[in-house]
């Protein structure tokens, strides 16, 4: 057997007390049926589930009532023991809140045996992409002509123009672009989209937006960048930029 | 017309299945992705979030719709020239009296004294949308001083505001002229679509031409002027406004082949600027090659102007309109840790924010939002994802939540444009 244990906070975010009602549900099975994809899985033998106050309790009651101050919180737990299996299996439950007869909210949680593993990404492909191809990022001055030598590198503080050459696979109509993020890096952009009208097979057209760096981070980061085009799906482009090393910040799709 | 965006709620209403933690890489916002694990030390997990325009107007496009050639000013209709005339006018509920002790503009909230005029010179116009009242007037005779009043609240493109019966803008000058004869008359004052007011002379210390615009939605001042050389006889002006109104072009004729060759430049209502004329997003000069001057807006895009240069020959350049339409659509991803209620008691992490161009009515997208500060998690494996969707301007569709302020309120999962989801964070 093995025993879960879910710590739940349970807030109080009003300034009146409030009576709450706890309740522990088992998750029906489409809710689980959303896990990693190629996690398959069978149902995971429930022994007994509780709710209990005590973070060392081994077992708890199927409905909870508590008192909560105002602007208080309390912690429960939810603790379910479920029974041995030889094959990867999994079941969740659904601890309920309920106020003024009213379900207001909850938490699910997951009890898995063995625990879930890992996930490897995957490409989603899309239908009918967009033939644009970014062929250059890179920053420069903020208003200065959207040229590669024009480019200049990104250090923490700067405030840049981060500019995206992008080149039409075949004749675009309606061609768009916008920056959907800046990776991981913490830059801020000025969020706008570019209507670049109907594009030539092997044009090269230049976005660009305004982008403020932190005062402190570096490293290289992967932009995201989304062009449009009739008769095509929106279409993701990656593209790397750097801020630190006062070199240019070359980057490829 | 109603704004609107919505993130799908789950039922329960904390398992959203519109928000997706996944290391999935989806080519297309159209595709949904799949859930994936997330670890502590998972560095390649997006968490992706289905956004619904569920409104009434697309979101994130160019507002301007309007196409074609763009015109020529609207002059002032209302002059007088002495002190003794009076005149009294009134649209929607506000009255204009002009006066030989003072002029006046009075309505609904609208209590504008112009004082009295000396030379009894003023002329006056209200804007072609009703928004605003200018009114200009001369102490001297070749001195000109004009206001323009708000007759309803504006905000400015900066974002700031001009209360009703307010002075938007002003601005003043002095044209050439000896006598009364001479002296400016409300030909030299016009209404440049509803955003800006245009003021031409010939100037009065020496050869040029005087221009300036007044523009009610630009940044304080608001104002622009120039002095610009004087051809007689082989340059002259035109004065054209953009569809929208949001540009004011200066397109020089060219009357004979041995005139000097002069640029086009426009300036734009929203900042009282000159805006540089932009090909393919690169900077571009326009001369003029003759005297048939022409602009007309064909597209909402890269190179989707035609300049008729004079000559018949034409070029094209980007819409300045709408080549590039700011703002869009943020979606912003924060966690807390698990509890019932989204409240914010045991403290906001922020996860990422990213942007969607445009979202037109009925449709939906998922955006693909980084996280920017890892998945850390406290020793606690169960967290709640809280998504919100708003548009950039922050007003059109507000943000809801600001989870980093101090002492954030819960999360207002209620709302159509935010959600919530559980997940696990494992060791």
């Known amino acids: ?253 | 017309m109603a704004a609107k965006l919505r993130i799908q709620d789950g039922n329960p209403i904390w398992l959203s299945a519109s928000i997706v933690p996944s290391k999935d890489l989806v080519v297309s916002p159209n595709s949904s992705p799949t859930l994936a694990t997330v670890k502590v030390g998972s560095a390649d997990v997006f968490v992706y979030v289905k956004v619904e325009n569920t409104g009434t107007v697309d979101l994130g496009g160019c507002t301007c719709t309007a196409t074609g050639a763009w015109t020529a000013p609207t002059a002032f209709a209302n002059f007088l020239g002495n002190t003794t005339a009076t005149q009294t006018q009134t649209q929607a509920g506000v009255t204009f009296s002009a006066a030989p002790i003072n002029d006046s503009l009075s309505g609904a909230g609208i209590n504008v004294s112009f004082g009295s005029v000396a030379t009894g010179r003023r002329a006056w116009a209200w804007s072609p949308d009703g928004r605003y009242f200018a009114y200009v007037a001369s102490p001297n005779g070749s001195d000109w001083s004009l206001t323009v009043v708000a007759l309803q609240p504006i905000t400015r493109s900066n974002g700031t505001t001009v209360a009703k019966g307010q002075t938007a803008v002003s601005g003043n000058g002095i044209f050439a002229g000896m006598n009364a004869a001479s002296w400016w008359n409300n030909g030299n004052f016009s209404w440049a679509g509803s955003h800006a007011v245009l003021a031409h002379g010939i100037y009065a210390g020496g050869p040029g031409l005087s221009l300036a615009l007044m523009c009610p939605e630009a940044p304080s001042p608001g104002s622009w002027g120039d002095l610009m050389p004087s051809f007689p006889g082989q340059v002259d002006w035109a004065f054209l406004v953009s569809p929208c109104g949001t540009m004011v072009a200066f397109a020089p004729k060219r009357l004979n082949a041995t005139a000097p060759p002069q640029d086009f430049f426009q300036v734009s209502t929203a900042k009282a600027t000159t805006t540089t004329f932009r090909k393919n997003n690169a900077s571009t000069s326009v001369s003029s090659t003759g005297a048939n001057v022409s602009i007309t807006t064909t597209a909402h895009a890269a190179n989707g102007v035609t300049i008729g240069t004079g000559n018949g020959t034409t070029t094209t350049v980007d819409d300045p309109e709408c080549t590039v339409v700011g703002g869009g659509i943020t979606v912003r991803v924060d966690r807390v840790k698990a509890s019932t209620l989204p409240t914010a008691n045991l403290g906001v992490l922020a996860v990422g924010t990213a942007t969607l161009g445009i979202l037109k009515v009925g449709a939906s997208a998922w955006v693909q939002v980084p996280n920017q500060n890892g998945w850390a998690n406290q020793s606690e494996t169960h967290w709640c994802l809280l998504a919100q969707a708003y548009t950039a301007d922050g007003t059109t569709v507000p943000r809801a939540w600001n989870g980093q302020a101090a002492s954030p309120p819960a999360f207002p999962v209620a709302l159509e444009n935010c959600a919530q989801r559980n997940i696990q964070i494992n060791p």
């Open chain 1, 1 to 253: 057997m093995a025993m879960h244990r879910f710590k739940v906070n349970v807030p109080n975010p009003t300034d009146r007390a409030a009576v709450v009602q706890l309740r522990l549900e088992p998750g029906k099975l489409t809710g689980l049926a959303e896990f990693p994809r190629g996690d398959k899985r069978g149902p995971l033998k429930v022994v007994a589930a509780g709710l209990a106050l005590d973070p060392c309790a081994e077992s708890g009651r199927a409905e909870l009532k508590l008192r909560i101050g105002a602007r208080d919180s309390v912690d429960v737990y939810a603790i379910v023991t479920t029974a041995a299996s030889s094959r990867p299996a999994a079941t969740g439950f659904h601890v309920i809140d309920r106020r003024g007869g009213k379900d207001v909210g909850g938490v699910f949680v997951v009890c898995a045996e063995p625990t879930l593993a890992d996930t490897v990404a995957s490409v989603v492909p899309a239908r009918r992409p967009c033939p644009a191809e970014l062929v250059d990022l890179f920053a420069v001055a903020p208003g200065a002509e959207p040229l590669p030598t024009n480019a200049v590198a990104v250090a923490p503080g700067d405030a840049v123009d981060l500019v995206a050459l992008v080149r039409a696979g075949q004749a675009l109509k309606d061609m768009q672009i916008y920056l959907e993020h800046l990776g991981a890096g913490n830059a801020e952009f000025t969020a706008a989209t570019w209507n670049l009208g109907h594009i030539p097979k092997g044009t090269v057209v230049p976005a660009r937006w305004a982008l403020q760096t932190s005062g402190w981070q570096t490293g290289v980061f992967r932009a995201s960048l989304v062009a449009m085009a009739g008769g095509f799906d929106p279409t993701r482009l990656g593209g790397d930029y750097a801020i630190g090393p006062r070199k240019r910040v070359a980057a490829r799709r």
